[in-house]
T-cell receptor, first 117, second 114 residues
Framework: DGGITQSPKYLFRKEGQNVTLSCEQNLNHDAMYWYRQDPGQGLRLIYYSQIVNDFQKGDIAEGYSVSREKKESFPLTVTSAQKNPTAFYLC????????????????FGAGTRLSVL | GESVGLHLPTLSVQEGDNSIINCAYSNSASDYFIWYKQESGKGPQFIIDIRSNMDKRQGQRVTVLLNKTVKHLSLQIAATQPGDSAVYFCAENINGGSQGNLIFGKGTKLSVKP
């Protein structure tokens, strides 16, 4: 099946711990995105990447880090600097990146729910 | 899964009725709009999109209307079914944005009564 796979579905973080959320896509999409969703709020952009080995901060990047070593993968690390990490994290991808305006549909994974112990 | 619909505007409709969900977007330069459906504990699913050179687009049981004069977008669902119960939100893309970044609304929770 083609799509976007996020893992794990549920994740618990201890104080002072870094945790990494996985996002893999087999859609051959260029662009990938990470969003945070809190109850009653819209999706907020954390980081995005339009091409391998390049990524940009979104609106709420503080306390998070990403890498894009492969086209298929865009892992998100929630660092200990993120003081309020409890949220639902969504990864998305879309088919065009640089060398053209990206105005395509973003397709989402099923999400990872992160909680603090 | 945990609800993502807390404190959202709620629309309650009877099964079989038509539903209209509204969205006011923020930027007059936005030229591309998407409606997503999100069921509890799941990721958003694409429903329908529309570009600013159109004012109406129809899909299967859904219609999106765009009024650029008042920066308003609506999603109409015909013959609403229990499976349509979810949070619906619109997203806009601002003209000239090279990153394809979408700005998402907060959403409306649709509840369908059997």
């Amino acid at each position: 099946d083609g799509g976007i796979t996020q893992s794990p579905k549920y994740l618990f973080r201890k104080e002072g711990q870094n945790v990494t959320l996985s996002c893999e896509q087999n859609l051959n999409h260029d662009a990938m995105y990470w969003y945070r969703q809190d109850p009653g709020q819209g999706l907020r952009l954390i980081y995005y990447s339009q091409i391998v080995n390049d990524f940009q901060k979104g609106d709420i990047a503080e306390g998070y880090s990403v890498s894009r070593e492969k086209k298929e993968s865009f892992p998100l690390t929630v660092t200990s600097a993120q003081k309020n990490p409890t949220a639902f994290y969504l990864c998305a991808s879309s088919p065009r990146g640089l060398a053209g305006v990206v105005k395509d549909i973003q397709y989402f994974g099923a999400g990872t729910r992160l909680s603090v112990l | 899964g945990e609800s993502v619909g807390l404190h959202l505007p709620t629309l309650s409709v009877q099964e079989g009725d038509n539903s209209i969900i509204n969205c006011a977007y923020s930027n007059s330069a936005s030229d591309y709009f998407i409606w997503y459906k999100q069921e509890s504990g799941k990721g958003p699913q694409f429903i329908i999109d529309i570009r600013s050179n159109m004012d109406k687009r129809q899909g299967q049981r859904v219609t999106v209307l765009l009024n650029k004069t008042v920066k308003h977008l609506s999603l109409q669902i015909a013959a609403t079914q229990p499976g349509d119960s979810a949070v619906y939100f619109c997203a806009e893309n601002i003209n000239g944005g090279s990153q394809g970044n979408l700005i998402f609304g907060k959403g409306t929770k649709l509840s369908v009564k059997p």
